[in-house]
């Protein structure tokens, strides 16, 4: 069984900065991509970033590049979002996810186990 667990989520200032956890475990991490999403009340769901199951590639979204950083460490089945500043726009719950394959995918449906979601709320 699959578990995704997400970390690092809190209250912070525009501009300020925060990096999120996921661990994983159960399955081999390594083996798939993963990503990260959001969801802001009243919104609908959105790709944040994802990476290759090696960690050699990335995409982000246009609203978070240059600001928002995906990686990944195998040995400790965790994949990481550094987030700096970050504005009043990026509030909303972050999911970690795994793509059901090698990985970059952005949209949902190409993921199959999601975590529970952390809060980010970003205050002006």
């Known amino acids: 069984q699959v578990q995704l667990v997400e970390s690092g989520g809190g209250l912070v200032q525009a501009g300020g900065s925060l990096r999120l956890s996921c661990l994983a475990s159960?399955?081999?991490?390594?083996?798939?991509?993963m990503g990260w999403f959001r969801q802001a009340p009243g919104k609908e769901r959105e790709f944040v970033a994802a990476?290759?199951?090696?960690?050699?590639?990335?995409n982000h979204a246009d609203s978070v590049k240059g600001r928002f950083t995906i990686s990944r460490d195998n040995a400790k089945s965790t994949v990481y979002l550094q987030m700096n500043s970050l504005k009043p726009e990026d509030t909303a719950v972050y999911y970690c996810?795994?793509?059901?394959?090698?990985?970059?995918?952005?949209?949902?449906?190409?993921?199959?186990?999601w975590g529970q979601g952390t809060q980010v709320t970003v205050s002006s």
């Open positions: 996810a795994r793509d059901r394959t090698v990985g970059l995918h952005t949209r949902g449906a190409d993921y199959d186990y």
């Open positions: 159960g399955g081999t991490f390594s083996n798939y991509g």
């Open positions: 990476i290759t199951r090696l960690g050699s590639r990335t």
